[in-house]
T-cell receptor
Framework: EADIYQTPRYLVIGTGKKITLECSQTMGHDKMYWYQQDPGMELHLIHYSYGVNSTEKGDLSSESTVSRIRTEHFPLTLESARPSHTSQYLC????????????FGPGTRLTVL | AQSVAQPEDQVNVAEGNPLTVKCTYSVSGNPYLFWYVQYPNRGLQFLLKYITGDNLVKGSYGFEAEFNKSQTSFHLKKPSALVSDSALYFCAVSPPGTDKLIFGTGTRLQVFP
């Protein structure tokens, strides 16, 4: 079944740790996105990619980095986590047209102590 | 600045009654409009979208939305609410020529038995 997956679903870590949030999709989509959802529930685009070896920063500045080595995989990395990084991170993917719908994964809820 | 407004933080409705969740936008040109629903501890699920054509768009789970260009609105509606419709609803706009989504702040729908 075509879907979009995120792991882990929940992560609690200490300050200063390096973490990677995984996102994979089996829908064959070229475009992928990372959003940060803050406690007020608003969503902000932090990274996106139009294909392999393509990554761009989104509207909200983020200390995280992303990579796109394979079409189906779009991991997000924080080199040194801080409490301010505590949030929900949502991954999405879409096909190539500008009207194509973005489909979201279940999210990773990150808590940095 | 381009923006999306969801003026109600919460909408309460009795089961069986019609529901409306409001959305207005401030985007130049003819944007693409989307509605998503988020259940607790889950990602966003796509409900429906308006690209062009008929102003009334039908989507998943019996939801529909009406596009009103003169009022720059895209209100979500359902003729008869279910308790299981209780969730967080997001309106999103994609400005013309882009695939970026600008999200509203979300409206929590509470359907009471």
């Amino acid at each position: 079944e075509a879907d979009i997956y995120q792991t882990p679903r929940y992560l609690v870590i200490g300050t200063g740790k390096k973490i990677t949030l995984e996102c994979s999709q089996t829908m064959g989509h070229d475009k992928m996105y990372w959003y940060q959802q803050d406690p007020g529930m608003e969503l902000h685009l932090i990274h996106y990619s139009y294909g392999v070896n393509s990554t761009e920063k989104g509207d909200l500045s983020s200390e995280s980095t992303v990579s796109r080595i394979r079409t189906e995989h779009f991991p997000l990395t924080l080199e040194s986590a801080r409490p301010s990084h505590t949030s929900q991170y949502l991954c999405a993917s879409s096909d190539t047209g500008v009207t194509d719908t973005q489909y979201f994964g279940p999210g990773t809820r990150l808590t940095v102590l | 600045a381009q923006s999306v407004a969801q003026p109600e933080d919460q909408v309460n409705v009795a089961e069986g009654n019609p529901l409306t969740v409001k959305c207005t936008y401030s985007v130049s040109g003819n944007p693409y409009l989307f509605w998503y629903v988020q259940y607790p501890n889950r990602g966003l699920q796509f409900l429906l979208k308006y690209i062009t054509g008929d102003n009334l768009v039908k989507g998943s789970y019996g939801f529909e939305a009406e596009f009103n260009k003169s009022q720059t609105s895209f209100h979500l509606k359902k003729p008869s609410a279910l308790v299981s419709d209780s969730a967080l609803y997001f309106c999103a706009v994609s400005p013309p020529g882009t695939d970026k989504l600008i999200f509203g702040t979300g409206t929590r729908l509470q359907v009471f038995p």
